[in-house]
């Protein structure tokens, strides 16, 4: 299986050039909070705290903004309910879900071999 921008494009010419809105969806769901977010949620719902306690050095900030892109895209539903205090639910969307078993032999093949790509830039 050969997979390049030109075996892509040979279906779809414009796919993965400029303006072309799968750069946009490339980009959320593969930056390292985007996919550490899914990855979370594909345990199960999520409240705002257990979520940042899962995804380990998200700052609040990123976390929000993190959540919000998923959430546009799709791939994140949030569930508030009107109590007090306030709670908000997080979880997987099915087409998040479907995304996630996309992303999960490559989240596995990073996770198997990290530690040999990283250890020659070790001082």
Do not use: N
């Not at 977010?37 to 999520?46: E, F, M, P």
């Not at 919000?68 to 639910?89: C, W």
């Not at 969307?93 to 093949?109: A, D």
Request: aromatic residues 6%; charged residues 25%.
């Amino acid at each position: 299986m050969v997979v390049s921008l030109e075996s892509l494009r040979a279906s779809q010419s414009d796919i993965f050039t400029a303006g072309c809105p799968t750069r946009d969806v490339l980009d959320h769901v593969t930056s390292k909070w985007g996919v550490l977010v899914l990855l979370a949620l594909g345990g199960g719902t999520l409240r705002w705290g257990e979520l940042r306690r899962a995804v380990d050095g998200i700052s609040e900030k990123m976390l929000a903004s993190t959540l919000r892109t998923l959430e546009r895209d799709g791939f994140v539903e949030r569930d508030a309910h009107p109590t007090i205090p306030p709670r908000v639910d997080y979880s997987l969307t099915p087409l998040g879900t479907e995304l996630l078993e996309h992303l999960e032999p490559f989240v596995q093949w990073v996770a198997a071999r990290a530690e040999g790509i990283m250890a020659p830039q070790r001082p």
